[in-house]
């Protein structure tokens, strides 16, 4: 009894820090979109560099413009050098961009740290996709991959936190100096606790490490090396590999487009980045003081306030999304995430045109509400969603090439907002809200007549609804019962 429960608490120390680990990530992703929205309201920032539209489009891609340069690259030094590697690198290109940004003494300095800071978001987010996907227990996995992209509020909560205390130093160089030198911060925690966390399952079966990988999948699932379900996952991973080497499967670009099964993996992991970039949310994420303008609060203290509110309320509502995602089901999740935003949208549009140029108070706060229920019905869906579903249709051989695939096409998308948007919202003003929600009805039925539902399976059985058959001869998981698992489904979570 004694040994099962301390294998019990192994796992649940292992499973938090590996969700940390994507936390802290995510925080330093989200950290940079939403500091860019407070710091870009702020008269020292503006005046410092003199801004224009055009640069304010430029300062805001720049990050985007370095995780396109590294995406290419990404998926081969995760593969080559394995998922902790790729995550620690990534840590250290972030810390090294945010003071490099903090410390700009003219416009191309500060681009250049920004530019630095999106080679190790590129990275960050191939690696720790992929490490988090392959280094938790099945029935974890939504849950945790899901937390990724949740705690983008906690960074936008903490970024607009901080940038609400430090305007209070404007006109001040030190106002806009301060929120980007303490992007520093989140990567040096997760340079902290790398050490102490186990090297992916998958990564080191690949690599013929068997044992090793043998007992971080018990670690993982707070069981002994000898029980069933550990060993059948082992199983699992063993002939699913050993049948991607055989088949002649390679690491790299030529094998994700290689047949169709593979091809199909692809375009479905890449359907998010559009789902997530082009729904509306980086509208209001790079550019919610223009949008609260434009609904008539045109006050900065006034506009980070709301952005804290708005911050926390995402929070609480991802969180209940990815507590959901393993009983509702990835499709339906994002079906009802995307028809919410999509009506949501229409209704902002609507509102900014009608109240946008008056004073009527009700209509302003009208206005803001709905903004409020837009990220609500984004946050339920599509912000778990973000990173769960890409390394969870991506088999083994092409997981970390297509993550670095969806992190450039990801970021090609946010190229797309940050250089389009300024130009619409001048040309179409509110009309640029409904022209959005229109596009997001096409996404809507990409959706519902080509997703497949992963809910339930391990990252081997999911093979099965792309390749036609399981690649292993043991049974599914779920068919093993609770007891013969040892798992204790409560302190998976």
Not at 19 to 24: D, E
Not at 64 to 93: C, H
Not at 226 to 255: A, C
Request: net charge negative; glycine share 8%; charged share 15%.
């Amino acid at each position: 009894m004694f040994e099962q429960m301390s294998q019990q608490v192994k796992m649940s120390l292992t499973t938090a820090l590996v969700v940390s680990v994507c936390i802290v990530d995510s925080i330093t992703i989200a950290y940079d979109g939403s500091v860019m929205g407070s710091v870009n309201v702020m008269s020292s920032y503006g005046n410092y560099f003199n801004l224009t539209t055009a640069t304010i489009a430029v300062n805001s891609t720049a990050t985007y413009l370095g995780s396109i340069l590294i995406a290419p690259f990404a998926g081969y030094l995760v593969d080559w050098r394995g998922r902790k590697e790729g995550i620690i690198v990534s840590a250290i290109l972030n810390i090294i961009g945010a003071v490099i940004s903090g410390a700009a003494q003219n416009i191309g300095m500060f681009i250049a740290g920004r530019m630095i800071i999106g080679l190790g978001m590129g990275l960050a987010q191939t690696a720790a996709g992929s490490y988090v996907s392959e280094t938790t227990a099945p029935r974890v996995r939504s849950f945790a991959l899901g937390m990724y992209f949740t705690c983008w509020a906690l960074g936008g909560f903490l970024a607009t936190g901080i940038c609400y205390g430090s305007a209070r130093l404007d006109p001040s160089d030190w106002a806009w100096r301060i929120p980007c030198i303490l992007q520093a911060f989140p990567p040096l925690c997760v340079l902290a606790m790398m050490p102490i966390l186990p090297e992916s399952p998958r990564w080191l079966v690949y690599n013929d490490r068997n044992e090793e990988a043998l007992m971080v999948l018990a670690r993982i699932n707070g069981a002994t090396p000898d029980d069933v379900g550990v060993q059948v996952q082992y199983q699992e991973i063993i002939d699913t590999l050993n049948y991607e080497k055989s088949d002649g499967k390679r690491l790299g670009f030529h094998e994700i487009v290689r047949d169709a099964p593979n091809r199909k993996r692809l375009y479905l992991a890449l359907s998010l980045a559009p789902l997530t970039m082009l729904t509306g949310s980086n509208v209001i994420t790079y550019y919610y003081g223009t949008m609260l303008t434009q609904a008539g609060i045109s006050s900065s203290q006034t506009q980070m306030e709301i952005n804290l509110v708005l911050s926390a309320w995402q929070f609480i509502i991802a969180v209940i999304g990815s507590l959901l995602a393993e009983k509702l089901g990835r499709k339906f999740l994002c079906l009802s995430s995307l028809g919410a935003c999509t009506v949501m949208f229409y209704l902002v549009g609507a509102m900014t045109a009608v109240y946008g140029d008056s004073s009527n108070t009700s209509g302003i706060y009208g206005t803001v509400a709905v903004i409020f229920l837009y990220l609500g019905s984004y946050a339920f869906g599509l912000t778990p969603l973000t990173n769960m579903y890409p390394p969870e249709v991506l088999s083994y051989n092409i997981r970390a090439t297509g993550m670095g695939m969806f992190t450039l096409a990801a970021k090609a998308c946010g190229v797309f907002v940050t250089m389009v948007f300024p130009y619409m919202f001048e040309s179409l003003g509110w009309k640029t809200y409904i022209v959005n929600a229109s596009w997001n009805i096409l996404f809507f039925v990409w959706v519902f007549f080509f997703w497949v539902e992963t809910k339930g399976k391990t990252l081997e059985e999911i093979d099965e609804l792309f390749d036609g058959l399981k690649h292993s001869d043991v049974p599914d998981l779920d068919k093993i019962g609770e007891k013969e698992r040892g798992l204790i489904a409560e302190s998976e979570v």
